[in-house]
């Protein structure tokens, strides 16, 4: 964790006095907990283990032996991890408490030099404003992100930062306990220069399924809202361990490339039938989650997805045979991320798209008649 943390502070372009981290429960545990020696080692700390070895909390290293400042992370935590990893959230908060507290120069530890601020700002006592894990509220999971996106039910992008924070801005401290905190993860956003998540499995990327861009992609859009402009968001790809770090534009292009376009991918998806045009939906629809929350999607993606689903008679045909509403809800997914100016196809692409919706739906009509 502490050498993946290093490849990420390499990769940026300087030192980060702020780094989001998003933290699942499923990654930790199957890493034995990498991501959180990731947030650990960016702070300045290290687990402590009481006599008979078990993990009993956090403690800082010497700011001599970490050779650079401590770095503020904020940490938004799943509701899974939240609820399978209970030590360790209280962990991560004593780190953020001990650094806070600290006496060292505001230039070494960047976390004392927030949390003074924040706590004259808000009139709070150090605790509070030293406050970095943020979580769902006990009992409630996600952000909605996910759900306004595949719903379209947004109008603004801006109401997705507001999904975002209405559902993670639930504080937990030292004690494990969670109190809402709007104002602070409102100050600790503004203050964000990056944000980060781990891939850790090959088999689902973050255009597999929705839950990427509803933590990550969710967490980007509040710190956008925040600060007025675009931070840089990464991917630390853990699938073969060598934590390599990748731009979240560069890990969409490599999926687009490697699964949605990829005959060899999307041929061994069509052979399940049905639910291969559901998956190859699914992938439209997260990389348009993906545009709405980081506006990072090129828009070649939309084009070539268009072109190799869509516009090919061929594939627009065996979609319609196999799964025509999910066919129908892909084509009408380009035709929304246009609407939503993600990307600008030509009239003649435009016109095709429009054509191959009405075909597809066409076809979901022909089903339901027979069915009634
Ligand atoms: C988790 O393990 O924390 C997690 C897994 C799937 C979706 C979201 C979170
Ligand atoms: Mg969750």
Known sequence: ???????????HESMPRTVALVLWGSDNIKSDGVPIAQALALI???PRFDSFGRLAGADLVSLEELGRPRIDVIMTLSGIFRDLLPLQTKLLAEASLKAAQADE???MNFIRAHALTYAKEMNVDIETAALRVFSNAEGAYGSNVNQLVDSSAFEEEDE?????EARKSFAYGVTGKATRNPELLQKALKDVD???????SAELGITTVDHYFDTLGGISRAVKRAKGKD????ISDQTRGAGKIRTLADQVALETRSRSLNPKFYEALLSHGSEGVRQLEAQVTNTLGWSATTGQVKPWVYQRLSETFVLDDNMRQRMAELNPTAGLRMANRLLEA????YWQPDEETLDAL???ADELEDQCEGITIAAE
């Open 1 to 11: 964790g502490a050498k993946q943390a290093q490849v990420l502070l390499d990769t």
């Open 44 to 46: 300045g700390a290290k």
């Open 105 to 107: 120069p505001a230039g």
């Open 160 to 164: 997705l930062a507001d999904a975002y």
């Open 194 to 200: 990056l944000a980060y998540q781990n891939l850790e």
């Open 231 to 234: 931070v840089a968001i990464y």
């Open 338 to 341: 246009h609407e939503r100016d």
């Open 354 to 356: 429009r054509r191959g």
